[in-house]
């Protein structure tokens, strides 16, 4: 695609409002835009990893068997009151009344959902066991949003929810999406540490949390760098040692295994998953009929990851002091040409052949079109941070070997032009 | 994929809630459920339809050098009180205030916030022309939600918005979008109607409706069978009528060409283009800078296109006594096999290897692995519309032929299997 075309509004100075190196830098790269605290635009460049993301999600989720569907943003409050959870989560719920008189609500999670769901379209444990799962927008008031897509009011998620008969049908699932979600997160070029954590409002005895280290993560996990054990410092401890001025902090970190201090690394969730067992089938009166005709509360998990969110956790951990560094496969694009002069006709031409070379070979290329110095077009080339890219300027003219950059190391390597394209398609895939 | 895998919840009953043709079948087949009046969960098979269409409408509009991006669905109100348009449509939009009190609505269109973002990131004529679009959820407060998909308070929309230095690429703009509408709705077995219309609420001087003929649509247009002219009904008249009890109905509806009675025609709006011109950059002073250096307000388009109301509009077109009828491009699956006895192995190795066989061959094939009856199948397989179907049973194991079914009319052919899968793969594509 043509820059001019795709809308890629980078900026040279850091904007004020950003609090955080991934916020700056998504940004910078012209990647999202604030509309208010909490609410962003995927500008294209944004979109596009958001995609990449979502498809390596989709793939992964499909591989453990999971059925993808869409539940709606509305709920009415009512579903939400037979779980008693419209007092756990009332404040981050959006409220109002609509014009017929109901009480809706914007929904932050889907366990009623879906529950609800299934309650009123399954029946038999022949239909078990079955694994649904979306990714969609979810709506929380958060009374401070901060970091940009890392806490705000309108994300994206992928929630999944399995359904079983029983404890083992459960253990099974759990720990196929908690492999999946090994995957998930190496794919996109992200280191996370697994904890084992608290379930919190979402009920269950087990669930464990998926962890990216960061500087700017507002969750503490420990870590014994002998044995490797981690472990998940609670919100609770975490905020009375914030209110207590860190006087706590030294105490009662210590590895239980080895008996010495564990370290403490600042992290941000992007993923959970929970052995919800029968709390909402229970509640909601979800059952089905087992083999003997006895009917029983479905035994459920619930599993999401923070799709937007991880946009910004790839970037806060793959960057540099020029700007992003994607990891191949959630990278917009996998390589730019940098046409130098705009204005020369042999220039474009040699531009344009491999352009149409390498997109037909079914890469993603990102030309760059504008009529600009060759300064500006390698500074926001850094930017973006596209894993690969190629100059092409007049002294390339005629010449048999063409300059390939990666953004990574910033290494240039000479490859014969004719052999280029084939190249270039092995580097990338 | 598996039946069982999916999600696939059919109904043999007719579902009282249901006030369309398209929404029963939505509803008997499983793609969609309802979770309140004017909010649906797209099940897994209606995801599929809205993924095959999205797929679509995005093709036509890169081709179109559109560029995706994706909008919040959370607006602060003062944005829309610039151009006076909270007044307009403040019946229809959600609203309320969030624990900071800002005033927020949920976005039912998004001119203000695509106009904002272009006002703040766009600044010379060097960067136009520029088309955005995004597919993207949209929220309504619907007095009366009605028929399924057709009349939701929370659909999804395909808005795409043009940006030009003049009116003359505007109108270049403009007839790029007229055509991909005629590809796109075409590519999805839809019948349409183009009139012009009333720009209404959204502004501008020039806009054209596309209109997909149905009993139940709400829109009337006057269709001259000698020369082809169509004329839109005005929504007011229609209701002057509907108040008048039809006593007016007949009056003025004469062919301006060849003075003849006009018929009238009940329709389904499933997109709209305007020609906006200079009605929100003018409010919101998003001005660009042209060659001289003079700043001038923005030209600009806007393209709608109800993407969650065409899955309706499509059945509501492509249906028989028996159930839906999927055109090929938008089918949830291409082909579905049907083994009659899954208890018996023979039968199920033979219906397991063409499975795998049109699979690897990037065929969507869905397997009826429930244990069924093959009266239940053959009825389910009729209900969800799937194009082509395979019967596999205790007869046909050592056959040398297969019988391949088609959904629309109901005729079968005998093809050597060993030819099957090059056969099938080739009727589909």
């Not at 509305?74 to 109901?102: A, I, S, Y």
């Not at 290494?411 to 004719?418: F, G, K, M, N, V």
């Amino acid at each position: 695609m043509f820059w001019t075309k795709v809308f890629i509004p980078t900026i040279k100075e850091t904007p004020k409002e950003a609090e955080s190196l991934s916020h700056q830098l998504l940004l910078r790269a012209g990647f999202v835009r604030m509309l208010m605290a909490g609410a962003y635009i995927y500008l294209p460049m944004g979109l596009r990893v958001l995609e990449k993301i979502q498809g390596i999600v989709r793939q992964e989720m499909n591989a453990c068997g999971a059925s993808e569907l869409l539940l709606p943003a509305l709920h009415p409050l009512e579903l939400w009151q037979k779980t008693g959870r419209d007092k756990d989560l009332g404040q981050v719920m959006f409220q109002f009344q609509d014009r017929r008189g109901r009480k809706v609500t914007l929904g932050p999670t889907h366990e009623e959902v879906i529950t609800d769901l299934l309650k009123n379209n399954l029946s038999s444990y022949r239909q078990l066991p079955l694994v649904l799962y979306q990714i969609q927008t979810k709506f929380r008031d958060e009374i401070r949003p901060r970091f940009g897509l890392i806490r705000a009011c309108e994300f994206i998620m992928k929630d999944a929810y399995s359904f079983d008969q029983d404890q083992a049908g459960l253990d099974k699932n759990y720990k196929l999406m908690y492999e999946a979600y090994q995957r998930i997160f190496s794919r996109c070029g992200l280191k996370t540490l697994i904890t084992e954590a608290d379930s919190g409002v979402m009920g269950g005895k087990v669930s464990h949390e998926f962890m990216a280290p960061s500087p700017l993560g507002e969750d503490i996990v420990l870590f014994c760098s002998t044995c490797k054990l981690t472990r998940a410092l609670s919100r609770e401890k975490i905020e009375n040692e914030a209110g207590s001025r860190h006087a706590e902090k030294e105490t009662n970190n210590s590895c239980p295994n080895c008996h010495l201090e564990m370290a403490r690394i600042n992290t941000i969730e992007v993923g959970h998953i929970f052995k919800l067992d029968t709390k909402y089938s229970q509640a909601m009166q979800a059952n089905f009929s087992d083999s003997s005709g006895q009917l029983k509360p479905l035994v459920m998990g619930c599993y999401g990851i923070g799709v937007s969110r991880l946009i910004s956790a790839i970037i806060e951990q793959n960057n540099d002091t020029d700007g992003i560094i994607w990891p191949g496969q959630v990278a917009p694009f996998g390589i730019i040409i940098l046409p130098l002069d705009v204005t020369n006709q042999e220039v474009m031409q040699a531009a344009n052949s491999l352009y149409q070379e390498l997109k037909a070979n079914g890469l993603d290329v990102l030309f760059d079109d504008r009529d600009e110095r060759a300064g500006v077009k390698f500074k926001d080339a850094d930017l973006i941070g596209v894993p690969a890219s190629i100059v092409i300027g007049k002294k390339s003219i005629g010449e048999k070997n063409i300059e390939l950059r990666i953004r990574k190391d910033k290494s240039i390597q000479l490859i014969p032009r004719e052999n280029a394209v084939k190249f270039i398609t092995k580097l990338l895939s």
